[in-house]
Every structure is written in structure tokens, then in C-alpha cells.
């Protein structure tokens, strides 16, 4: 059975530090894995998925298979970063239902 | 404007009633989604349609219905049966098989007293 786990549900740096946003997967065949985001009084919006290795808005997720973590990163983090942060997985081939993480609430600090 | 709308944003029921969330598109999209979003839980998919006359059920769909009889819409009914209606309700869409970004509306926040 496919899983997304979301460690931290709440997370805090300061503007400027580096950011890493955990998420860990559970799911027998090749997954795709995907970051999105809801900012304040707004939509979820898909932020990154890990079939592009793009960089958007300073982040970047890798996707390791060996230890199955899709960590989301960004060396210097920014204000408006403060966002809701949600972990998700597509699993089989065909299908194009996501499972998501419980989310990760990212402050950053001023 | 081209979009996914949700209404009505707050909805509040008695106990016993069933309710009706609304759920229209107009991006064209094959696929639609319903998904509940409770505090500490994340995303929990209801049910979800991939095209028109079709749904499947999603993890948790014991206590919901829907159905699929126009591409724009798809509507969700929270029946009386379901045992904790409560919540926070997301409609999402996308262009159909292997279209992994869902592009999501802005949500039902039901009560039920």
C-alpha cells in the first residue's frame, strides 16, 4: 500500500537559512513524487514534481530511491515561503490518483 | 475565468440531513477529485472520477456519493450515513490519465451539528 510520511508538522528557520522539508514514501513499484503548496488564502498548487528536476522558487526535491525520501530544500529561505507544504505520490502506471503526506507547516522567521 | 469553483464556502447542516457540495470546472478537464482535509491528517481521497458516467471510490468514501453526469461537474453528497461529516472539503481536476498536477478549488468547509 502505497504511504507518504510527513515528519515534522511544523517547522521553523530564519529568512535566510537553509530549508529541508522531509517526506519519506512507502510504495512497492516506481513511484512519482510530487511537492505541493498552499500559501495563506490561497489554493493548493503543485509547487515541484520530481520527473522534471526543476527548480521552482529556489527549491528542489531529489528523489532517492534507496531510501525513499522526496526531501524538499532551499538554501536560503524567504518570507514568503510561509506555506503549508504537502508530500505526494502517484502510484501505479495509469492511475493518477496522489496520496498525500500529512503536511508540513514552514515558518520562516523575519 | 477559467477555473475549478467550490460553493458554498462555509456550509453548516443538522445531523441527519444529507448535503450536497457543488463542484464545476470549465478547464476541460477528464479527471475530477473529491478530497476531505482534516487537522493532522492531511489529504484523504473520497471518491474520484477520471471521465464522464464513471467514479471510482477513493480510501474513504463509506458514507459519501457522487456523480459524474457532465464533464464540468461532480457534485458530493455527505450522507447521513457518513459518521463524521465535519470537515474540510476539496474538489480537484486535472486533463485525465498520467496528468499528475491537480489543479484544486478553494474548498466547503462543512459543519454538521
Known amino acids: 500500500a502505497q504511504r507518504v510520511t510527513q515528519p515534522e508538522k511544523l517547522l521553523s528557520v530564519f529568512k535566510g537559512a537553509p530549508v529541508e522539508l522531509k517526506c519519506n514514501y512507502s510504495y512497492s513499484g516506481s513511484p512519482e513524487l510530487f511537492w505541493y503548496v498552499q500559501y495563506s488564502r490561497q489554493r493548493l498548487q503543485l509547487l515541484l514534481r520530481?520527473?522534471s528536476r526543476e527548480s521552482i522558487k529556489g527549491f528542489t526535491a531529489d528523489l532517492n530511491k534507496g531510501e525513499t525520501s522526496f526531501h524538499l530544500k532551499k538554501p536560503f529561505a524567504q518570507e514568503e515561503d510561509s506555506a503549508m507544504y504537502y508530500c505526494?505520490?502517484?502510484?501505479?502506471?495509469?492511475?493518477?490518483?496522489?496520496?498525500f503526506g500529512t503536511g508540513t507547516r514552514l515558518t520562516v522567521i523575519p | 475565468d477559467g477555473g475549478i469553483t467550490q460553493s458554498p464556502k462555509y456550509l453548516f447542516r443538522k445531523e441527519g440531513q444529507n448535503v450536497t457540495l457543488s463542484c464545476e470546472q470549465n478547464?476541460?478537464?477528464?479527471?475530477m477529485y473529491w478530497y476531505r482535509q482534516d487537522p493532522g491528517q492531511g489529504l484523504r481521497l473520497i471518491y474520484y472520477s477520471q471521465i464522464v458516467n464513471d467514479f471510482q471510490k477513493g480510501d474513504i468514501a463509506e458514507g459519501y456519493s457522487v456523480s459524474r453526469e457532465k464533464k464540468e461537474s461532480f457534485p458530493l453528497t455527505v450522507t447521513s450515513a457518513q459518521k463524521n461529516p465535519t470537515a474540510f472539503y476539496l474538489c480537484?481536476?486535472?486533463?485525465?490519465?498520467?496528468?499528475?498536477?491537480?489543479?484544486f478549488g478553494p474548498g466547503t468547509r462543512l459543519t454538521v451539528t
Open positions: 478547464l476541460n478537464h477528464d479527471a
Open positions: 520530481h520527473i
Open positions: 505526494a505520490l502517484s502510484g501505479s502506471a495509469g492511475a493518477n490518483n496522489l496520496f
Open positions: 480537484a481536476s486535472s486533463t485525465g490519465p498520467l496528468a499528475y498536477e491537480q489543479y
